[in-house]
């Protein structure tokens, strides 16, 4: 089993939608956890950090849900710019390693 | 600022050959990492500096790979001799080094190295 676990998709969406991803992980010692957004060739760019509490960004909502070792991303009010792969990243307590998700793809139509 | 950049962008090379990768991180970030997406697969890391020193190269493959930081500043990535399964995106990642917030380190990455062996 892979310790970070996404639905690769794609997400086929229209502009305005709104679409969830989620993102579960195997480890429990996982401490940190992040949304990084990587564009068609490109590097992977942090989307936002997840919190205990949930935050927002913007159109961007994360949660982490500790008890169930899940991580979820809203994106509200779909944008063509948002057409990307978002990446699930976790961090172990104690370490720098980041374990990274296959991604989901996400695409969003005119 | 510069971002981390990393050389070459792309390489194509022949089984048996050597190849060596470099990454420039930011200024002033005493972390960095080298990490790796084969085809279809999710990216793994591969090994962390702080400053010249190796921290955890728990994801090396195999020791066909060395990878080296001297001085703490740039580091590279040398694939010695390289085999088919070695080809995919190289990336090199930095970040600052803050103990007391482990949670919020972000890591910056360069634009990779697509590395083919054929």
């Known amino acids: 089993r892979k310790e970070v676990e996404q639905d690769p998709g794609p997400f086929n969406v229209p502009e305005g939608a709104t679409v969830a991803f989620n993102c579960t992980y195997s480890?429990?010692?996982?401490?940190?956890f992040f949304w990084y957004r990587q564009d068609c060739r490109k590097e992977p760019k942090l989307l936002m950090s997840?919190?205990?509490s949930g935050n927002e960004d913007g159109r961007f909502t994360a949660q982490l849900n500790r008890a169930s070792q899940y991580i979820s991303l809203l994106i509200r009010d779909s944008k063509l710019s948002d057409s990307a792969t978002y990446l699930c990243?976790?961090?172990?307590?104690?370490?720098?390693?980041?374990?990274f998700g296959t991604g989901t793809r996400l695409k969003v139509l005119a | 600022e510069a971002g981390v950049t990393q050389f070459p962008s792309h390489s194509v090379i022949e089984k048996g050959q050597t190849v060596t990768l470099r990454c420039d991180p930011i200024?002033?970030?005493?972390?960095l990492y080298w990490y790796r997406r084969v085809m279809g697969k999710e990216i793994k890391f591969l090994l962390h500096?702080?400053?010249?020193?190796?921290?955890?190269e728990s994801g090396m493959p195999n020791n066909r790979f060395l990878a080296e930081r001297t001085g703490g500043t740039y580091s590279t990535l040398k694939v010695q001799p390289a085999e088919l399964e070695d080809s995919g995106v190289y990336f090199c990642?930095?970040?600052?080094?803050?103990?007391?917030?482990?949670?919020?380190?972000?890591?910056?990455f360069g634009q990779g190295t697509r590395l083919t062996v054929v």
């Open positions: 990642a930095s970040s600052q080094v803050s103990r007391l917030e482990w949670g919020k380190t972000e890591a910056f």
């Open positions: 480890n429990s010692a996982s401490q940190s």
């Open positions: 997840v919190y205990s």
């Open positions: 990243v976790v961090k172990k307590s104690g370490t720098y390693k980041y374990i």
């Open positions: 200024s002033g970030h005493d972390n």
């Open positions: 500096f702080v400053k010249e020193s190796k921290q955890d």
